[in-house]
């Protein structure tokens, strides 16, 4: 599965942004797609996820009511509309998807997109 991220960029805090990720591929074969997020000296860490199918969704403390993870099956993209943003948001933006084609398991990123969030 390919993935492209769109939608970063520098924003005031308290300001929103919505992030998109197109996929394209074996888009039937994802089973989680995910935001992740990597700030200079920090590790890689969970933003949101959402799951194929049912569509339920995860989110770390540190977003959860501010953001919001969705997909859109028949545009094959998914989305984080996060608001209320902070300088602590500052990061790379990565989407990922994981899943299943025939007995071969895949977790795949996209290249990520940058998020500033000015004081």
């Known amino acids: 599965v390919q993935l492209v991220e769109s939608g970063g960029g520098l924003v005031q805090a308290g300001g929103s942004l919505r992030l998109s990720c197109a996929a394209s591929?074996?888009?039937?074969?994802?089973?989680?797609m995910g935001w992740y997020r990597h700030a200079p000296g920090k590790q890689r860490e969970l933003v949101a996820a959402?799951?194929?199918?049912?569509?339920?969704?995860k989110y770390a403390d540190s977003v959860k009511g501010r953001s919001t993870i969705s997909r859109d099956n028949a545009k094959n993209t998914m989305y984080l509309q996060m608001n209320s943003l902070k300088p602590e948001d500052t990061a790379v933006y990565y989407c990922?998807?994981?899943?299943?084609?025939?007995?071969?398991?895949?977790?795949?990123w996209g290249q990520g997109t940058q998020v500033t969030v000015s004081s």
């Open positions: 990922n998807a994981n899943g299943r084609i025939g007995v071969t398991q895949y977790n795949d």
């Open positions: 591929g074996s888009t039937s074969s994802i089973n989680v």
């Open positions: 959402i799951i194929s199918g049912g569509g339920s969704t």
